[in-house]
């Protein structure tokens, strides 16, 4: 049976924790130059709807790695394009492929992918997840604070897609999970009540300095996501008290780690001394995405 990847809630506590413990084997092995073509002969396709640096960077190198083939397909430059449907390339590129990962402005797209093919589906990105990025995300707070219980994870800003997967993740993983985020732009009651279902604690509030108290964990993204581009100038306004400075690090634990999925608005949503400074992580998490990806489609695809 094929497994899709499509939310972070496709995947357990003891999946996550087999994951994890893969992806730093992974590291390990490719620190120390060791070979690892476990997937030779395998071809994963990659589909874009949006722009990418770091997954479109990191599943290709994850393959190269494995010995097999990453095909990048823009969506503007395949049928799609020209209105096959995703029925019909699902079925169509099942035949040629081992695996689809697929970045996509609607969800629905990842979810029929998953159902008309034959192959393992992984959501690269849509509207309402990102749980490649949590993986990587989850790796690095695992080699920081060594555990998840009890950990409090602090979410300022939008109640996007990554803090959609970060709700949900914390859920599963058994952290604290409290987001600041402006009127009208906390997450969806859908993913709250999911969160409730997995057994979340969870606080939503409009003041980042609540979310942030004690917090082991401070994380950020963009306040314009992709797709969110006629809004931004209303969201510059709204977001504009809800930055990741020094200031909102002084209530946090002095170990507190920042972290942030990149792309960053420097002097936006962070600050240039914080995202430098010593508490942030933000570039072994984004190398992290490379390793965690590498555990998640070896786990699909082999
Ligand atoms: N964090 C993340 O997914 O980055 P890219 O948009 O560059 O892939
Ligand atoms: N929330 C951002 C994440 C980018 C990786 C977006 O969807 O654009």
Known sequence: MKKDVLSITDLTREEIYELLESAADLKAKRKAGEPTEFLKNKSLGMIFEKSSTRTRVSFEVAMTDFGGHALYLNSRDIQIGRGETIEDTARTLSGYLHGIMARVMKHETVEKLAKYSTIPVINALSALEHPCQILGDFMTIMEYKKKFEGL???????????????LL???????EFAAACPKGYEPKA?????AKTLGGKFIITDDPKVAAKDADIIYTDVWVSMGDEAEQEKRLKDFAKFQVNTELLEVAKPDVIVMHCLPARRGLEITDDVMDGPNSVIFEEAENRLHAQKALILKLMR
Not at 155 to 162: A, E, F, I
Not at 190 to 194: N, P
């Open 152 to 166: 409090k994870f602090a979410w300022v800003g939008d109640g996007n897609n990554v803090c959609n997967s970060a």
């Open 169 to 175: 993740g914390s859920a599963i993983m058994g952290m």
């Open 190 to 194: 859908e993913f709250l009540e999911k």
